[in-house]
Each structure stands twice: as structure tokens, then as C-alpha cells.
């Protein structure tokens, strides 16, 4: 199970920082990469980050320099920093995790980021 936290109303500009606790039977948090999506209004879910076993990263374009993962294996748990937030970051944000950044195995229930003045 994959539970994400920290979402919330922010205004253009500002910063939140969200959280995703791994607890699903059998995963051994250190051997999966962590990933974020999104998924917007009226918007398909779009990938967002992701680092992996070996904390490589990989960010989509529209957030690089702004949004920043991070992971902490002792206690299982991912994070991602958003930064600089603007209106179209407005979304439902989900934690993936898998062996494999091909496809991803479990999900999250989403939390919810509204970038608003």
C-alpha cells in the first residue's frame, strides 16, 4: 500500500513538499524505483519524477529545476519537493513504485495540489 500526504492549497509561488509511505507486504522499499504522476483537470495522468534503486533521477521538463525527489529507505518513504509552483501544477499527485521504471506495480490513492491566489 502506497499512501501520499502533504498535498494542499498553495499560492503561485510557493512551495509544498509531498510525501509517499510504502507499506505494501512483500516490497522491499529499497529495490524499487519511486515515482510521481499527476493528473490535472480534464487532464490525462501525466508522469512527473522519478529515481530509482540507485537514485538516478529523471524529470519531465515542465518541472526540472523547480520539483526535487528524494527517498528515504530506512524509513519507506519517497518525497517529492515542489517548488515554485504555478497554476498548471494544479492536480491530484500520485506515488508509483516498481522493479522497473517501464511500468509501475503499485499506486497511490493521490492527494490533492491547488495552486491558487
Known amino acids: 500500500q502506497l499512501v501520499e500526504s502533504g498535498g494542499g492549497l498553495v499560492q503561485p509561488g510557493g512551495s509544498l513538499t509531498l510525501a509517499c509511505s510504502a507499506s505494501?507486504?512483500?516490497?522491499?522499499?529499497?529495490?524499487?524505483?519511486m515515482a510521481w504522476f499527476r493528473q490535472g483537470p480534464g487532464k490525462a495522468r501525466e508522469f512527473v519524477a522519478h529515481e530509482d534503486w540507485a537514485g538516478r533521477t529523471v524529470y519531465v521538463d515542465d518541472v526540472k529545476g523547480r520539483f526535487t525527489v528524494s527517498r528515504d529507505n530506512a524509513k519507506n518513504r519517497a518525497f517529492l519537493k515542489m517548488n515554485n509552483l504555478k497554476p498548471d501544477d494544479t492536480a491530484v499527485y500520485y506515488c508509483?513504485?516498481?522493479?522497473?521504471?517501464?511500468?509501475?506495480?503499485?499506486w497511490g490513492q493521490g492527494t490533492q495540489v491547488t495552486v491558487s491566489s
Open positions: 505494501e507486504p512483500g516490497l522491499v522499499f529499497r529495490n524499487y524505483a
Open positions: 508509483a513504485a516498481s522493479r522497473s521504471t517501464d511500468t509501475w506495480e503499485y
